[in-house]
């Protein structure tokens, strides 16, 4: 028995799609808004999302419009709902599931208004979902395929999105790898050498964190055993702990933490060798980006949101507490402190010898020194 009555295909012409509020979050919605415009390719589909957003999913070929959502400011709630009752949208899909995501198509009277029934928002839904059963089973990417698999059962009485691999891949254009090379040629990158780079920080959860100490210990061995060039990246929310990594270590990594917008850390990352990473949103971009990736796990559960990438790895040493998804550890750390240097040295070993070394597409590309507008943006 299906959840969702059937829905005339003819009455869709503009679609508005509720975006998740977090960068993971975001690269594992791709799959599901790439089912959409296939399933509905004449129609306009728009994507209200986060201000930092607009990067990522600025040149995306499955959207035709971006409506950004400031939530800063108490007539935020107002302005967003003026906003869809402009774009006289005929279906919202809401991705996320707080109570807020459902109240502003409501408010706006979008006729068709589809999210799970989570939140106490059931009746601001004129097609609620239940929660799927295998949620905490299976990875994110299928929560928000879920969504987009009952609208098509819907409209055409098929599922052809339930027999298709996801495909969360991203894309960075020539000219934005250039300038990415141009930024990091002049931050001191040096060709001829592996290029990796270090995230190690979180915004939303310091229990996701490996401590600086271990990562500055991998750094000073990725520089002295393998003769590799080490980047630090992150937000500027994150500067505190990639300043902890270098202090700690014996050489200089290249720092560009909280220097770079999302459109330019995903550039970045398009040109690196390897990603070491906590569990966090440029994992999801560089495996997106099809990247060697190697994710730090801890207190978070890897089946739901690890890189849904043949490119990603991950590292785990898991306690019978873990995974326990707290933000901080109520004990000694034991999941991420379990976790060697050694460890992760060698997979990183193993994943740098493996791929096709990114140092030939650097090499093919001619570095735009051109000073640029660098902005921030948080990665998790």
């Not at 808004?33 to 607009?54: N, Q």
């Not at 007539?75 to 402009?86: D, L």
């Not at 109520?330 to 992760?344: F, K, Q, S, Y």
Request: with cysteine; glycine share 4%.
């Amino acid at each position: 028995m299906r959840v969702m009555e059937t829905l005339k295909q003819q009455n869709i012409n503009r679609v508005v799609v509720r975006g998740t509020n977090w960068v993971g979050d975001a690269v594992m919605t791709v799959p599901a808004l790439r089912e959409l415009r296939r399933m509905l390719p004449s129609a306009h589909v728009t994507l209200a999302t986060r201000p930092w957003a607009k990067e990522l999913f600025a040149d995306a070929d499955f959207l035709d419009d971006l409506l950004i959502y400031d939530r800063r400011g108490p007539w935020s709630v107002i302005k967003q709902t003026a906003e869809w009752r402009r774009g006289n949208f005929d279906l919202a899909i809401l991705l996320p599931n707080a109570f807020e995501a459902a109240l502003i198509p409501a408010l706006a009277r979008v006729p068709i208004r589809i999210g799970y029934a989570t939140d106490g928002r059931t009746r601001l839904l004129t097609n609620p979902l239940p929660v799927p059963e295998w949620r905490s089973s299976k990875h994110e990417i299928f929560y928000y395929l879920n969504i987009v698999k009952e609208l098509e059962c819907a409209l055409f009485h098929t599922e052809h999105i339930a027999d298709c691999a996801p495909d969360p891949s991203l894309h960075i254009s020539e000219p934005h790898q250039s300038e990415a090379l141009g930024f990091l040629c002049a931050h001191g990158v040096r060709e001829g050498r592996a290029l990796v780079a270090l995230c190690p920080g979180s915004i939303n959860s310091r229990a996701k964190r490996w401590p600086a100490k271990l990562y500055s210990a991998l750094a000073d061995s990725l520089i002295e055993e393998l003769n590799a060039e080490v980047l630090l990246i992150g937000s500027p929310e994150e500067l505190d702990v990639s300043r902890e990594v270098s202090h700690q270590m014996r050489n200089k990594p290249i720092m560009i933490t909280g220097e770079t917008s999302l459109a330019q850390v995903a550039a970045v990352l398009s040109l690196v060798d390897l990603l070491v990473t906590n569990d966090t949103g440029p994992a999801h971009i560089a495996s997106g980006l099809g990247r060697p990736t190697l994710v730090i796990f801890g207190p978070t559960n890897p089946l739901t949101t690890r890189p849904f990438s043949p490119a990603a790895e991950i590292v785990r040493e898991p306690p019978d507490c873990a995974p326990c998804m707290l933000r901080d550890c109520p004990i000694d750390h034991r999941c991420m402190t379990a976790i060697t240097p050694e460890r992760v040295l060698e997979r990183a070993r193993v994943l740098l010898g493996r791929n096709t070394p990114a140092q030939e597409a650097r090499q093919g590309l001619s570095p735009d020194r051109l000073e640029v507008s660098i902005g921030s943006a948080k990665l998790d």
